[in-house]
């Protein structure tokens, strides 16, 4: 079928025209934390069909936002990545995700789904503030799993569960998180409060517990 579009002489629409389906971007956020399988991408996207999921996988790739790779034996499976162009989302989707937070209540409701990385755009800018200029890798822990941020005054980036060797680790709570997400409460506060650890001996870890101990 052909793509339905605005007609709008507007950068808006047209990035809509690319990105304006359901799922797309949500699929974009799964594929920031690097390449998937479709199986992986079906578990961790809670209520999407196998038919939309293959259709957006497939006008993704047309668009240019996604590729398929086979990977080397012994995994002998393709998975799904972004191209340039797809990574070119992170911005928006950061500052979506941020405006967002505003609109969760405070606990998950019934129906509900949840992964832990889905945290992870929201997160990164409040990581990045309180690494004073500092690059290495975070290892983030709630109760509902993980994600790990690569931090870099080039542009941070995050990746699907904990990092084989990371600079710290920062456990929280879903409130501090949601919270941290809001910009309600700053991370010393978290951690003067005991909704978040940190746990290392690193320069990272240590400019982290700085700040804390600035926020007092």
């Known amino acids: 079928m052909p793509r339905r579009s605005y007609a709008h002489y507007c950068p808006l629409s047209r990035a809509l025209d690319v990105i ?23 578990a961790d996207l809670p209520g999407v069909s196998t038919d939309v999921l293959a259709a957006r996988l497939k006008e993704m790739e047309r668009d240019g936002l996604v590729t398929r790779r086979r990977l080397p034996p012994p995994a ?87 990092a084989e060797s990371a600079d710290t680790q920062i456990t929280v709570s879903l409130a501090g998180c949601l919270s941290l997400a809001r910009g ?15 746990d290392g001996d690193t320069p990272l870890a ?3 517990r700085g700040a804390a101990e600035d926020g007092q």
């Open 206 to 208: 240590a400019a982290l």
């Open 20 to 42: 304006g389906e359901r799922w797309t971007l949500l699929i974009v956020r799964e594929l920031l934390g690097g390449p998937r399988r479709y199986t992986d991408l079906h």
């Open 184 to 198: 309600k409460t700053a991370l010393p506060r978290l951690l003067q409060d005991g909704d978040a650890t940190i």
């Open 76 to 162: 002998a499976a393709s998975v799904y990545e972004l191209t340039p162009r797809g990574e070119g989302l992170l911005p928006a989707l950061t500052a979506l995700a941020g405006w967002g937070a505003a609109e969760l209540s405070p606990e998950p409701g019934p129906t509900d789904a949840l992964r832990a990385h889905w945290f992870a755009l929201p997160l990164m800018s409040r990581l990045e503030e309180a690494s004073a200029g500092l690059t290495g890798v975070i290892n983030v822990r709630l109760d509902e799993g993980g994600f790990h941020a690569i931090i870099s005054p080039n542009g941070s980036r995050y990746a699907d569960g904990p």
